[in-house]
């Protein structure tokens, strides 16, 4: 019986020893399992989430004519403007990853974005055609693209400032010197904008101004119709600022820009109306 002993104690030990193997391996499978990759993999996903995309914009000033010397300041300067606003809209993608549906980069971001660049070329052939021959078609280098964009919830790309891009800063159309506000129709719950009236702020228009002045005072009510549209299709989107950057910040911006070409197709015969830009911000009323 005293021989006995030690077999039974040493077949206990290697059943206990046996067991715990098996646990420290189950243990150990349970954690590759829960990790699903290695730590080189997850390196690399957190460098997708953190650098999901870029903007990259159509380069303007390669495609200018030579500049007078009395514009060149005033060109100098959107063409920074330009750049600044790709700056802005990169920090935008990066501080807005997860919000809004799947549409809303193209919405909030670069939506915007094209319409700021719309109004600082618009400005630049401006100031060229003051003295020289005004180039034409620098609105086609308005559309900008996101590049490279990883996974991001909520639709939301992220990016860094893309140096030397242009950006300029939108404001194409405007909201026409709506009489009584054409097109402000009756959203429910999404609310109504409301924008200033431009016509009856206009001084008489010359004549050879006028159809230019309709066709844009007739702008301006469509991008508000177009507005109040965004607003119904778009309810629930988005965080509280939503409605405001994504729907009445372009909105401001492309009514600046009308009321701009307004005044100037005004002023090439008659004293150029001052301060009608005072009438792009529109109002949400619920």
């Given at each position: 019986?005293?021989?006995?002993?030690?077999?039974?104690?040493?077949?206990?030990?290697?059943?206990?020893?046996?067991?715990?193997?098996v646990?420290?391996?189950?243990?150990?499978?349970?954690?590759f399992?829960?990790?699903?990759?290695?730590p080189?993999?997850?390196?690399?996903?957190?460098?997708?989430?953190?650098?999901?995309?870029?903007?990259?914009?159509?380069?303007?000033?390669?495609?200018?004519?030579?500049?007078?010397?009395?514009?060149?300041?005033?060109?100098?300067?959107?063409?920074?403007?330009?750049?600044?606003?790709?700056?802005?809209?990169?920090?935008?993608?990066?501080?807005?990853?997860?919000?809004?549906?799947?549409?809303?980069?193209?919405?909030?971001?670069?939506?915007?974005?094209?319409?700021?660049?719309?109004?600082?070329?618009?400005?630049?052939?401006?100031?060229?055609?003051?003295?020289?021959?005004?180039?034409?078609?620098?609105?086609?280098?308005?559309?900008?693209?996101?590049?490279g964009?990883?996974?991001?919830?909520g639709?939301?790309?992220?990016?860094?400032?893309q140096?030397?891009?242009?950006?300029?800063?939108?404001?194409?159309?405007?909201?026409a010197?709506?009489?009584?506000?054409?097109?402000?129709?009756?959203?429910?719950?999404?609310?109504?904008?409301?924008?200033p009236?431009?016509?009856?702020?206009?001084?008489?228009?010359?004549?050879?101004?006028?159809?230019?002045v309709?066709?844009?005072?007739?702008?301006?009510?469509?991008?508000?119709?177009?507005?109040?549209t965004?607003?119904?299709?778009?309810?629930?989107?988005?965080?509280?600022?939503?409605?405001?950057?994504?729907?009445?910040?372009?909105?401001?911006?492309?009514?600046?820009?009308?009321?701009?070409?307004?005044?100037?197709?005004?002023?090439?015969?008659?004293?150029?109306?001052?301060?009608?830009?005072?009438?792009?911000?529109?109002?949400?009323?619920?």
């Amino acid at each position: 019986m005293s021989r006995a002993l030690p077999k039974y104690n040493k077949r206990r030990v290697t059943f206990i020893g046996g067991a715990a193997a098996v646990a420290l391996s189950g243990t150990v499978i349970a954690g590759f399992a829960l990790a699903g990759e290695s730590p080189d993999s997850g390196a690399k996903n957190a460098r997708t989430l953190a650098g999901p995309g870029t903007i990259t914009c159509p380069d303007v000033r390669s495609k200018l004519p030579a500049v007078p010397a009395s514009a060149k300041a005033e060109v100098d300067r959107n063409l920074a403007l330009l750049n600044t606003q790709i700056q802005e809209a990169n920090k935008r993608l990066v501080d807005t990853v997860g919000q809004g549906g799947p549409n809303f980069v193209q919405n909030a971001i670069l939506g915007p974005l094209k319409d700021k660049r719309v109004a600082t070329v618009n400005r630049i052939a401006t100031a060229i055609g003051r003295t020289a021959a005004k180039p034409q078609g620098l609105d086609s280098l308005a559309t900008c693209t996101l590049n490279g964009a990883g996974t991001n919830a909520g639709g939301g790309a992220a990016g860094k400032p893309q140096a030397g891009g242009n950006k300029g800063n939108a404001g194409n159309a405007g909201n026409a010197g709506n009489a009584g506000n054409a097109g402000n129709a009756g959203n429910g719950a999404a609310g109504t904008i409301t924008c200033p009236d431009v016509r009856s702020k206009l001084p008489a228009v010359p004549a050879s101004a006028k159809a230019e002045v309709d066709r844009n005072l007739d702008l301006l009510n469509t991008q508000i119709r177009e507005a109040n549209t965004r607003l119904v299709n778009t309810v629930g989107q988005g965080g509280p600022n939503f409605v405001q950057n994504a729907i009445l910040g372009p909105l401001k911006d492309k009514r600046v820009a009308t009321v701009n070409r307004i005044a100037t197709a005004i002023g090439r015969t008659a004293a150029k109306p001052q301060g009608l830009d005072s009438l792009a911000a529109c109002t949400l009323n619920k």
